[in-house]
Each structure stands twice: as structure tokens, then as C-alpha cells.
């Protein structure tokens, strides 16, 4: 059946061309006719923070900030994000970004890479992690959006500010350590992926692969490692981030427990600068992409959030209480108490919400707290859908369907690994999916759903089975509808097999990019192509659709790799850096709109 579509109006621009060498390769942010962009900030470029003495720290571009000035400047590789407005007449043209800074890359952040190896380097690095808040306006004149150098409510977050550890977890022995004996308080929120926010008016930052930053100079950890380590991939190396060679709290066999306070959604108030930021326990502890919250039909909050690992799974949280439109202080920790599920996909088109808590008879024996903590080891228990990769999740603004990116499994039926199932039919699945469900009765707590695969991406030349409507595309990874109810799909091709290489199998999809799709008849055109060897991750618009956000994150990110991924985006002649950017239109119209 057709759900309502008030405002859709369909999507009103035609596809631009892949950016790929056939088509010129330009290390540049690519738009259909009549929108433009513009840089708004960079890794590096001083946020605003208010009293500071002698003024801004500006970006060095030999990358010699000290780490005290990093946490004093935007962080890294930006990725999730949300535009909240100021209230009245202003919303349009002014508000706080929220911004998130996934990670980082060593070799670029110091003058020297990673040479000369010190606890000096790995504040800076731990600096550069966490999230921005930014004020920014549009000068009413010029039209042109800026920061607002200082702001009172300029804030950074880092992977050493402090944050309270919430919820059904909280306290736990799992959780506690010789710096933090109640297990309750925790230093610094890490790899914040993507994003959510709450009808509440907070931010929702996700700590999707937290576990590269431990490690152990301990002969033997790998070989020694618990069950419990090895099903979230800690190891002696991590990443390669070493930072538990200076700084104790990141070696595991010191700080075994550290690990277990971070895994988290973490919420922050951005109104409130001094507010501290609290880590949602209930929410699950997995590699957390993204948080979409809705309100289900009889007033409760609903969480959805993928575990973007190869053949992890998809949850959802629904609160205990219900949200309370009109007092804003009553929903403030509406996220510590409800119950966490976990989905399984049968062959049929139908779906289960199988619920993670003791009730549950075959987590007998589990405390919540336990559940909350060792979250994947509770859904291995229940029997959830192993996903490939589940990204970004988004509902649809009237019809409540739920979609979700599965950007690419090149392990699916390998070895001994899974083999394709009706869910992930694909095996290996270089390209990627997106699947949708309906909840039982449209409404978002229900515990059965209906499913069907939207599209399966990639090139029909290289694997026949691809079905995209329009403009192609490979790996889907962010997901957002817009109010009028188009959807917005981001891509992240980044490992070897699905990267943009010449003759590759993305030869005719090119460079990372961002697309528009009409989810009744699965129309899809390209609407940014990005410069080479970057992702693009992140949107969020002004409320009346006219100024939209994106991030460019890691161009170039083979500093010395293949031509294709070398960049310089955006300075020229200097050292490549994430940035927001914002997209206008030269009519002033809504992005994506007639
Ligand atoms: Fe950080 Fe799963 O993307
Ligand atoms: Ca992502
Ligand atoms: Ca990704
Ligand atoms: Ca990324």
C-alpha cells in the first residue's frame, strides 16, 4: 500500500555523472546543476571556545599543534552530526553542529607521523577523537554560513573528558577500575561513528570500533586472550594506535576492565555546555554505527542501532516511560530504563524482536547489568540474523518503515564463515544491501516485523544480482530521510576489493558519494560525487530544508596509495582534511526538492 506522502513532491534534480577516470577524475565535491558548496570547517580549525588567551589557536599546516591546542580545535575525520536550531524566527539561520570525529590518521596528525613516539602524541591524538560543538550562523546578507568565534556553547569532547556511566550497567564490577572504584565515571568517549538525536532536543554520539585503541606489550596477550576479548577484538596490537605504549589506561592486561566502558551511545545536551555527557548502558555495548530514535504509538521512545562488524546484528531499545513533549527535563533519562531486543530475519519476509533480558529463558542466569556489557554474547544466546555489516539505520517520517545500510561482507560464505541467507543473499557481498522492514501495526515497539531487501548495490557488469533503480553505487552506509520523505544514502567504499581503483570493481561507480532515492519506486540519482580516497558520512539540513550539511571524511586517506586516492581536498598543496561542508541552492530552494 502506498504510504502518504504530503510533501514529497519527488526528487528535483537529474543524476550527475560517477567521478571516475573516464569521466575526468576530479579531486573534488561534484553537485548537480544549481547547488554550490563551501568548506565550513576542518580538521584543525579553531572552534570558538570563549576566553581564550592570546586568541584561536589557527591550524598549523605542518600539523605541529600541540596537543593542548587540539583540544582547543575541531577533531578529525568527521562523520555523524546534527543541525539543532536556535527556537523562533532564527531556526534557519542559526544553531549548534554537533560533529563527530571518528579517528584519526597518525602519519598525518605530527610534522614527524609517528616517529619519536610519546605521550605528548597520544594526548594530541586522544584530542583529535570525541566530538565538536559548534555555533553557526548564515549571514543574512551574503548568504554565506560561518562559526561563531567565540560562542559560549563551543565545546569540545574528547577521549579524556569526563562522562557518567548510566543505566542498568552502571556500577557494575565489569566496570570498575583502580582510577574509578564505583565504575561509574569514565574518561573520554572513542571512534564516534554516527549519530542520532532525541525528540528531546540532545545529541546521540555512537562508539562504533573502540576496541583498535587498547592493546598489551604482555608476551603472549593474543594467545592468552578471554572469550569475552576475542568476541569484541581487542588484541595486543589494536589498530596500531599505541597508545597503551604511554598511556596505562589502554594496556589490557593493567586496565582489563577499561574495554567494557566503551561500546556505549553516549547523550549530550549541547544547550548546556557544563551538562556532562552519559554513556546509555541500556542501549547495548556493541561497535555502535548509528542511533534512530522514533516515538511508538502509545508514547515510548524506540533506538534503533546496528553492530557494523561482519555477521553482527541489528537492536532496538524501547524506554519503560513515555516522552513528555512539554517538559524537556522529564525525558532526560528516558534512555536508562526498557528493553533491549535484537532482530532475527526468517526466510519468509517476517521478523522477530527477540528480547535481551533475564525474562528471556534463554538468558536464564544473565543479570541486565551482565546483558548490557557482554551484549553480543546475549545475542549469539537468542539466535539473531548474523547482518553483513549493519550501518546506518533510518525510518521513514510517515510510514515508520525502518531501513538499514549492510555495507559489504566480503567474508560471507568463505572458510568456514556463513553462507548467504535470505537477508544477506549475497556471499561474498563486495557491493552491499540496504533492507527495509515494517513493524506488526506500523508501530515501532511492536516485536514482529515484515522485511524486504530495497536494493542490492553495485555494478550488474561485475555481479548480475545488483538491482539499483537509477545511478549506481557500492557499499550504502549513511542513511537519512529528509521531512519530505526522501532518502538520503551516503557511501563508504574503503577496503581494498570495493575501493575506487582503475578497472576495479567500481570502475564505473568511481569515488565515494551520495545519492537520493524515492523509497515507493526505489528511484536512485547521484547528488555528490566526493574527492578521491574520501567517504562522505553525515547530513543533517536546516529545518526548512534550504541548508543542508555533509561531511567529506579522510580524503586521500592513502596518503601514498594508488592515484586514485591521493588528494589534497579542500587547501591545495597541503595536507588533506576531513571538513563539514554546506550545500546551498543558487534559487534557494530546498536541497533535493522540485
Ligand atoms: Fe564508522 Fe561503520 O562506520
Ligand atoms: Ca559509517
Ligand atoms: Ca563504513
Ligand atoms: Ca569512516
Redesign the pocket.
Known amino acids: 500500500s502506498l504510504p502518504p506522502r504530503p510533501d514529497f513532491g519527488g526528487i528535483g534534480f537529474h543524476g550527475i555523472e560517477p567521478n571516475t577516470l573516464a569521466n575526468g577524475l576530479v579531486d573534488d565535491v561534484r553537485l548537480p546543476p544549481g547547488y554550490r558548496y563551501e568548506v565550513l570547517f576542518a580538521w584543525g580549525d579553531p572552534i570558538g571556545i570563549v576566553g581564550l588567551e592570546p586568541g584561536q589557536p589557527e591550524f598549523k599546516w605542518d600539523a605541529s599543534n600541540s596537543a593542548e591546542e587540539q583540544a582547543l580545535q575541531s577533531g578529525a575525520?568527521h562523520?555523524g552530526m546534527w543541525f539543532f536550531p536556535f527556537p523562533g524566527a532564527q531556526a534557519h539561520e542559526r544553531g549548534l553542529l554537533c560533529v563527530n570525529h571518528?579517528?584519526v590518521d597518525q602519519g598525518l596528525l605530527f610534522p614527524d607521523g609517528t616517529a619519536n613516539w610519546s605521550l605528548e602524541k597520544i594526548r594530541k591524538s586522544q584530542n583529535a577523537h570525541g566530538v565538536s560543538i559548534v555555533e553557526v550562523r548564515k549571514n543574512p546578507r551574503t548568504g554565506k554560513w560561518s562559526l561563531t568565534r567565540p560562542s559560549p556553547f563551543a565545546r569540545r569532547l574528547t577521549g579524556n573528558s569526563p562522562m557518567k556511566i548510566s543505566g542498568p550497567a552502571a556500577g557494575h564490577r565489569l566496570l570498575r577500575t583502580t582510577a574509578d572504584p564505583r565504575g561509574d565515571t569514565v574518561l573520554g568517549t572513542l571512534n564516534n561513528?554516527a549519530s542520532g538525536h532525541t525528540p528531546w532536543g540532545t545529541y546521540l554520539t555512537c562508539e562504533e570500533n573502540w576496541n583498535g585503541y587498547f592493546g598489551s606489550r604482555v608476551a603472549g596477550f593474543d594467545d592468552a586472550r578471554s572469550s569475552d576479548q576475542k568476541r569484541y577484538g581487542l588484541s595486543a596490537t589494536g589498530f596500531g594506535y599505541r597508545w597503551h605504549e604511554f598511556d596505562e589506561r589502554f594496556e589490557l592486561t593493567a586496565n582489563p576492565n577499561e574495554p567494557h566502558r566503551f561500546g556505549y551511545v553516549v547523550e549530550i545536551d549541547p544547550f548546556n555546555p557544563r551538562s556532562t555527557p552519559k554513556k546509555r548502558t541500556a542501549l547495548g555495548r556493541l561497535k555502535h554505527e548509528n542511533a534512530e530514535v522514533v516515538v511508538s504509538k502509545d508514547g515510548r521512545v524506540v533506538v534503533y542501532t546496528g553492530d557494523d562488524e561482519r555477521f553482527e546484528y541489528i537492536y532496538k531499545f524501547v524506554s519503560k516511560r513515555k516522552f513528555d513533549p512539554k517538559h524537556r527535563s522529564a525525558n532526560m533519562d528516558l534512555l536508562d530504563e526498557g528493553t533491549l531486543y535484537v532482530a532475527r530475519f526468517n526466510a519468509d519476509g517476517t521478523g522477530e524482536w527477540l528480547e535481551l533480558s533475564p525474562k528471556n529463558p534463554a538468558l536464564a542466569g544473565w543479570s541486565l547489568a551482565e546483558i548490557c556489557i557482554r551484549t553480543r554474547q546475549a545475542a549469539d544466546t537468542v539466535g539473531a540474523t548474523k547482518m553483513d555489516r549493519p550501518e546506518w539505520i533510518a525510518v521513514h517520517p510517515f510510514s515508520k518503515a525502518v531501513y538499514c545500510t549492510l555495507t559489504n561482507n566480503n567474508r560471507r560464505g568463505t572458510g568456514n564463515n556463513p553462507g548467504p541467507d535470505a537477508a544477506n543473499p549475497r556471499g561474498p557481498n563486495t557491493y552491499g544491501h540496504i533492507v527495509r522492514w515494517n513493524e506488526a501495526g506500523g508501530d515501532p515497539a511492536a516485536t514482529t516485523f515484515s522485511w524486504d531487501v530495497f536494493a542490492l548495490a553495485g555494478d550488474p557488469a561485475v555481479d548480475p544480482a545488483s538491482n539499483i533503480n537509477g545511478d549506481l553505487y557500492n557499499s550504502p552506509?549513511g542513511l537519512w530521510f529528509d521531512p519530505a520523505g526522501r532518502l538520503w544514502i551516503q557511501t563508504?567504499a574503503?577496503t581494498e576489493a570495493s575501493s575506487y581503483r582503475p578497472g576495479g570493481v567500481n570502475a564505473n561507480i568511481g569515488t565515494n558519494q551520495m545519492l537520493c532515492a524515492d523509497p515507493l519506486t526505489g528511484e536512485t540519482r547521484r547528488f555528490l560525487t566526493g574527492p578521491r580516497g574520501c567517504?562522505v558520512?553525515g547530513v543533517t539540513v536546516t529545518p526548512d530544508g534550504k541548508t543542508m550539511f555533509v561531511n567529506i571524511?579522510?580524503p586521500g586517506e592513502d596518503w601514498v596509495g594508488s592515484p586514485t586516492e591521493v588528494s589534497d581536498w579542500p587547501d591545495r598543496n597541503a595536507r588533506p582534511r576531513s571538513a563539514t561542508i554546506v550545500i546551498t541552492r543558487e534559487n534557494g530552494g530546498v536541497i533535493g526538492g522540485l
Open positions: 575525520h562523520d571518528e579517528y561513528c552506509d563508504d574503503t567517504e558520512t571524511q579522510h
